[in-house]
Structure formats: structure tokens, C-alpha cells
């Protein structure tokens, strides 16, 4: 087993509405904080990569590798990186590859998508599918997760109330363990019957099956795995990095049950840490919708094709059972600032492998991150080591 | 000297105002005329990095990644990287990095800009400039960069006229240089009295001091530079890459006569490739704005401080003088689609170091693009070689 990169600090802002706070706060808390954890000084920085969406639909704001370097005051190279929701996942990806020729590279992520008005951000978020073939005919990106979980049901023979009650069950558990993390956006528990009942937002997804609009901001300091123990004792490696890209549209994909993106990044990185999906020990999928994480575990691996539901109907994927899946409490109820979330599941399963999580997984040796651009367009797996074999 | 990349395949459009084209289909056209020059299938490529600056605001579409590599039917690991009009720049930064695990690798840029109002294109691009403190108060960029020439001038002691007479002879020079490429916006000559007497856009840039809104695309096939010579007989090699930032606000700098990113970035490039800054024999410069090239002359070290202007006067920065500069037509005559430009400059150094440019400079051996983010938040310069020595 070969690492790629060492994770030497982490640092997250609370998701949520921050009304006091602007994108450059955001990241500028993040940021400091993952220096802070790292114990190095900002000058030891040599590249910087910054994950963001819609900073430029949503705050008029392109060009943030300016504003990261500024925050710590350095002249570095620093640049975004962008795929949509998967914008955080491929930053790391980016990020690794600096290590060629940098020694410490910081990785950044940062949305912040609550002051404009819910119209505008679905609007943005659209920008992640086709503009042509499904925004234009009034495609929203609840509707293309509906398209797919109509899809599912039908495929797999789901009665309605059958499949309402898995999904109810995916967002009950990721409430419960948000209810545990302080820095979650809706750190409370919900019940199965508020999941099944809650409003319709597209058909069969309720207002429950659904990750909210958040702002946020997570970081990462990376460094060549072998300066890790030089400024830690507690490193945890990166030992795959995979991207995998498909159609932008859904209606061009050879399945919607399944995201081709998805299959080939995991096989990919399964490949390079050299490990099965049995190895294991803590997930943090994307949830974006509840039928995502159904989907994501099948793609994975994790279960065969059309038996997913099992697993959660056993509640197998709560922290504390056999494969633990986002106990960090998700998209779904940690929150979604887009360009942040692929960062922030990279700062959560850190917390794991350094036994620091609020739904601490037991004994947990590899960690695997999952972060998808859009209906499935990129896909970004990493996996992590407490140490190296 | 050791070359980081080779670049073995070019691929561009024409710029201006494809009103008939999509972001898609630019984008199709330049990836596919590079993977044709290359010789190379596109079964080869194993990473893509697309430049783009403003898709979200001006077409609503995010996530090119994956458009990217949906025109070549291929699932690699594709995505966005932004850092305003020096997109182009940090993809090639960017691209080099991935060859740390990668053996080919597509770089494209493209921007669709004439599909919207001038209105809606200036917000946009003033994206790249600091929202809170420039934009909201009004500020765009000819603002910005008028501030700089008129900052110029008083440090300088240039009286009105003989200032407006040296910006104006950049404009004819590039405009003159831009009639013999095809593939640029504006390919035609000017005289003097029309630069000097156009209509003011804001004080002392008058019309031709100002590059135009573009469409266009342009693509980069690089590789392992120790496997160019299999692909092609004239590959040409990239023997330095540096990206340097500064504050993102111009308000903020220590200079307004001066970019310290571009200093910065182009110390570091001469010292990768081991070479001075008179070995260059021809140059692609960032001149957004005529004032911009003057002053990047004198950061990237062409001219001691306050004497660029010396130089323009004896008209030694035409193609066929001792110090070629933009060759091409710079942004100012070529265009300047902005996520496109960065990659073009490269498409055009490539050119000249193969032979086969419009305004061929003779016997060039090393070439060096600089590219600028905004107000000098970002610059990117690369230096390229005909061969290794």
C-alpha cells in the first residue's frame, strides 16, 4: 500500500445559514483552522487549491485562489478547481497531483448560497446538469433524483409504500447521527412517520429524502507522505485518489440506477490502495438525496444491485453497526455548501481515523469518501488509512 | 534544463462572435483539431483539464469537466480549474501536475461571451475583481486598469500625449500582427490616428487600447516529455511552469504601476528553465488593455522600470524586431475569450517554435505566456522550448 498524500490538519466551519458571514469568512475560518490543527506556519504553504461552485451566480465572485492566498498572506499559486458538487473531491485529486513538485499543499472548500433567494440557487445548481437538454425544459435537480428513484422502484419491483419507508429510513439515521455533530445543520433527530409524511418536493422525494442549501467551508493541509511524521504523530493517508467522468445529462447514460462515474472511480481506487469495499470500516457517501445513498452503496459495492434496501432496513448503516455510512449525518442533515462537501467528508473521516468523530466508528482502518458532480457526471472516491501497511 | 511537459498536439478555433456556436460545440472543435494534430486516439488521453472563466454567469452551465469528456465519448477524470482570464494558465500548471501519474493529458479553454448583453459580460468578468470593495462601488476593469495607466503616468512623468501615442502604437502593432492570422477576431490593421482619436472608455484608455468580448476555444495534447518523440518528430518542450498571486483587490497592492504576481511567477519560470529573460526570442503577453503590456514588459523583465515605453517607440516589439511581443495579436487584435486565452498563448508559442506561425519570428528557441487573473490577482508564465539543450 502506497500513500499519495498525508493529511496533517483539518479545518471546518459550521454548515448552516451564516448571514454574518461572506465567502471569504468562510474560508478564511477553514483555512486558518486546518493551519492552526496542522501546527505549521502559513509560509510552509507552496500551493493552495480552493473547491467552489457557485460563488459566481450566487456572490459575483470568480477568482478565489486570490482570495486564499491573500487570507494567509502568501503569494503562492492557488487556484479553483470546479466540477459542480464534486468541485471538493476533485481538489484533492488536484491537489495530490501538486505533491510532484510541492512538498505541503492546503485544499480549500467553500459555498455560500443562503442570501440569495431559493429560485436563484436552484437556478445555480442546474448549472451542474445539461443547461441545454434539461434546465431549459425546467429540469430541477430534485426532478432528475426523482427520475432516478422512479427508475429504481420500477426496476427493482418496489411497491411505493415499500420504497417511501427505506428512504424515510436513510434520512432518519443521517439526522441521528447529525444529532451527535455540533457543526451539522440540522443536529437533531427527525422520526421515520416526519420523514414518510413531510411534503412532497418531486415525486416520490420528500421535503426529508432532500440536503438542504447551506454555506459552509472545510480544508485540508496535505503533504509527500514521507514529511508526515515531521509535523505529526497522528497522519492520515490518502492511498487512492480516483475521478471518473460521464454524460452531463441524465437521459444519455446507459442506466439511471446506476452512475457509471461512480463504478469506475471506486474500482479505480479500490485498485490503487491495492483493498476490497470489505476493507472498509466508514463511508461518507453523497447523499444529496436519500435515493443517492441507496444508489451509491451499489455502485460501491457495498451491496449487489437492487439489495441495498436491505441494509438499511437491518439499520446496518448506522455508525455504531457493520458498515457505517456518513456519520457525520451526510448531506442530508450535516448540510451540502456544494463546493465544500467533498472537502468536508475528507475532515470527517480524518476525525475517524484519529478517533476524534462525534459517531465515532470503532477500530476504523480505512475510510472512503464518495463525492458526485451533478446527476453523476464526475464521481470523486478517495480512501484513507490510519496507517500505512 | 529539464522539461516538465511536451506539448504534442495544438488544436484552436477562431475567436470572435460564434453566434451559430455553443460552449459544446467550441470546445468540440478545438479538443478534436488537437487530438488530430496529435496523432494520438482518444482512447489515449488519461486526465482533461478545461479553462473556463465564465460559463455559469453568461451560459448557466458549470461542470465542463464532464463535457469535456463526453465529446471524446471517454470517462477519465475531467475537470474545471478558474482563476478569472488566467484560467488558461493555471489549467497548463494544473495539466503538468497530473503528469505525476498521468502519461497524456488534454488541456482545452473555451468562453462563449457574445450571447449576452455588454452589460451582463462586464458584471461577469468583474468577477475577477474583489465584489465587495471594486465591483459594488462600481468599479470595471478598464476602471481598473485606466487607474493603473494613470498611476503609470504620474510616477513616470509621461505628459498626456506622448502616454496616449506609446498605448496607441501597441494597438497598431498587435492590430498589424492580427491581420496576418486568420484565426483572429479582428484581423485587420489600424492606424495611429485611429487609436489615438477613438472614443474614451475610461481615462486615458480610449477604444483600441482595449481587448474585445470573444467566443473561443482552444486545446493542448501534452505528455511525458521523455515520450514526445514517439508521437511526433517536432514536439515542443515546457520547460518551466509558475503561478504566483496577489491580493485580489488593486486598492491592496503595494504597486499600482507593478504586478507583483507577475514578477514573482516569472523569476520563478527563468529559474526553473535556467535561463534569462533575454534568452526569450518570443513572447504571448497578457495585454488586456494596452497599459497592461507595457507594464508586463517591465514585470516579466524585458525593460527596466519606466523605460518599456522606449522600446515601443523604436517599434522593437514587432514580430520581425529584436523583441517579438504577441505575435498573434495579442488579446487586444487575436481576442480574448478569457477562459481560452491562457491556452491559446501556448497554442501560438507552439506555433512559432514548430515553423508554422502567421508571424513567424525566425529561428525562435525558447518562448515565454504570460497570462493575468484579473487585476494581477493571479499571473501564470510558462516558458517553451524547441528543443532541450
Not at 155 to 178: P, Q, T, Y
Not at 330 to 347: D, E, S
Request: glycine residues 8%.
Amino acid at each position: 500500500m502506497k500513500a499519495l498524500a498525508a493529511i496533517i490538519g483539518i479545518g471546518i466551519t459550521k454548515f448552516g445559514e451564516h448571514w454574518n458571514k461572506g465567502i471569504k469568512e468562510l474560508l478564511a475560518e477553514a483555512q486558518l483552522k486546518a493551519l492552526e490543527d496542522s501546527g505549521i506556519s502559513e509560509k510552509d504553504i507552496q500551493q493552495i487549491y480552493v473547491a467552489n461552485m457557485c460563488a459566481d451566480s450566487l456572490s459575483g465572485q470568480l477568482h478565489l485562489g486570490s482570495i486564499a492566498s491573500q487570507i494567509l498572506g502568501i503569494n503562492v499559486p492557488s487556484y479553483r478547481v470546479e466540477a459542480a458538487c464534486a468541485s471538493g473531491g476533485v481538489a484533492i485529486n488536484a491537489a495530490i497531483n501538486a505533491l510532484r513538485h510541492k512538498d505541503i499543499v492546503l485544499v480549500s472548500g467553500v459555498e455560500k448560497m443562503t442570501d440569495v433567494d431559493t429560485a436563484k440557487v436552484t437556478t445555480a445548481l442546474m448549472g451542474a446538469g445539461n443547461e441545454e437538454w434539461e434546465e431549459f425544459h425546467g429540469a430541477t435537480f430534485p426532478a432528475l433524483y426523482a427520475l432516478m428513484a422512479n427508475a429504481y422502484m420500477h426496476e427493482f419491483g418496489f411497491a411505493e409504500e415499500k420504497f417511501r419507508e427505506i428512504l424515510s429510513k436513510i434520512a432518519v439515521k443521517n439526522h441521528k447521527h447529525a444529532s451527535k455533530n455540533p457543526f451539522a445543520q440540522f443536529p437533531r433527530e427527525i422520526t421515520l412517520q416526519q420523514a414518510n409524511n413531510a411534503s412532497i418536493v418531486a415525486y416520490p422525494l420528500r421535503l426529508f429524502d432532500c440536503s438542504p442549501i447551506s454555506d459552509g467551508a472545510a480544508a485540508l493541509v496535505l503533504c509527500k507522505p514521507e514529511l508526515a511524521k515531521k509535523f505529526c504523530d497522528n497522519p492520515v493517508y490518502v492511498v487512492a485518489s480516483a475521478v471518473a467522468t460521464d454524460t452531463l445529462a441524465l437521459a444519455e447514460r446507459e442506466s439511471l440506477t446506476s452512475l457509471k462515474a461512480t463504478r469506475l472511480a471506486a474500482n479505480d481506487a479500490l485498485n490503487q490502495a491495492g483493498i476490497s469495499i470489505k476493507d472498509i470500516n466508514v463511508f461518507e457517501v453523497h447523499d444529496c438525496f436519500t435515493i443517492a445513498e441507496l444508489i451509491a452503496m451499489e455502485d460501491l459495492g457495498i451491496a449487489e444491485r437492487g439489495k441495498a434496501s436491505k441494509l438499511i432496513e437491518e439499520e446496518q448503516t448506522y455508525y455504531d453497526a457493520s458498515i457505517p455510512i456518513n456519520p457525520s449525518g451526510g448531506l442530508k442533515a450535516f448540510g451540502h455548501a456544494v463546493g465544500a462537501t467533498g472537502i468536508k467528508q475528507a475532515v470527517e473521516l480524518t476525525k475517524q481515523l484519529r478517533n476524534e468523530a462525534y459517531c465515532q466508528v470503532e477500530n476504523a482502518e480505512f475510510a472512503l469518501s464518495h463525492n458526485v458532480g451533478g446527476s453523476g457526471g464526475t464521481a470523486a472516491v478517495h480512501i484513507y488509512a490510519r496507517r500505512l501497511l
